[in-house]
Each structure stands twice: as C-alpha cells, then as structure tokens.
C-alpha cells in the first residue's frame, strides 16, 4: 500500500483528484488519534474575556460571536463572584445533508471572576452588542481620607 492515500484518506473510489475534499487530518484518525467534533469540550470552552478596570468600574467583554442575549446567562454569586456562562447548540442534522466541514464550535461555557471588595454586586449591568457581551460593575468610590492638620508647636 502506498503512502500517499494513506497520508490522504483513503479515495481510490473517485477517478478525479479533489484538493477541497481533502482532510488532512484523515491521516490522525488511521494513526489512532481522536479526532472528534462532537464532544463536551470545544474551543468554544475557552471563551476569551477581557476584565479593564476604570475610575468607575469593572468592566468585562467576552467574544460570544453568533450567539443571541437569550443564549448567554450572567449571573453574581455569594462572595462577589460574577460568573457568564452559556451554550450554543449544534445546528440540528437531516439525514439528507452532506456535511463538508464543521469548524463553527458549539457547547457550553462558563468563566468565574471573583471581584475586588470595592465592586457593587448589587449594580451589574450587562449588554451585548454584535456578538460581544459586555458586563460592567460598578466601583464604591474610593473616599479620600478626611486630612487634619496638626499645628506644629515650637
């Protein structure tokens, strides 16, 4: 047996050499790695989200591209702890498609923060906008420490 369908896939059953139908990681499944789209765990597992914070707040923003409001939970937990978490749901078969390729991820997220002492828990407001979310937290404001001068005797 040659190396090159091997390396390929196997497609003797076609006459013609088709560059777009070719999977390269046809190779990984004959070698007895995993290769799976329909587990748990997705790249969609490792939301990205970036936490600033201003003078006035905490504020956070996940990528959460084609996912809808509905899709996406935030919520604030005992001991100041914001957690966003979600799922996007595999788009349903019918035995009647071809699939070529399914790259889009799906399955459920969730990320944790646990806020600063300053944070106001009960204020959070959350928005999403072309598919980023953003979650801001509003700050206490910091109250300058009231300053007595002290005359110097001499």
């Known amino acids: 047996m040659s190396l090159i369908p091997r390396i390929f896939g196997d497609r003797r059953s076609s006459s013609k050499f088709d560059p777009f139908s070719m999977d390269v990681f046809d190779s990984f499944k004959e070698l007895g790695f995993p290769v799976s789209n329909s587990g748990e765990i997705s790249a969609f597992a490792n939301t990205r989200v970036d936490w600033k914070e201003t003078p006035e707040a905490h504020v956070f923003k996940a990528d959460l591209p084609g996912l809808k409001k509905e899709e996406v939970k935030v919520e604030v937990e ?22 070529h390729r399914v790259e889009r991820s799906s399955g459920k997220f969730m990320r944790r ?15 999403m906008e072309n598919g980023v979310l953003t979650v801001t937290v509003p700050k206490e404001r910091v109250k300058k420490p009231d300053v007595k001068s002290i005359e110097i005797s001499g």
């Open 78 to 99: 005992e001991d100041r702890v914001l957690q966003i978490s979600g799922e996007r749901n595999v788009e349903k078969e019918d035995k009647n498609d071809k699939w």
């Open 113 to 127: 923060f646990r806020l600063p002492e300053n944070a106001k828990m009960d204020q959070v407001k959350a928005s």
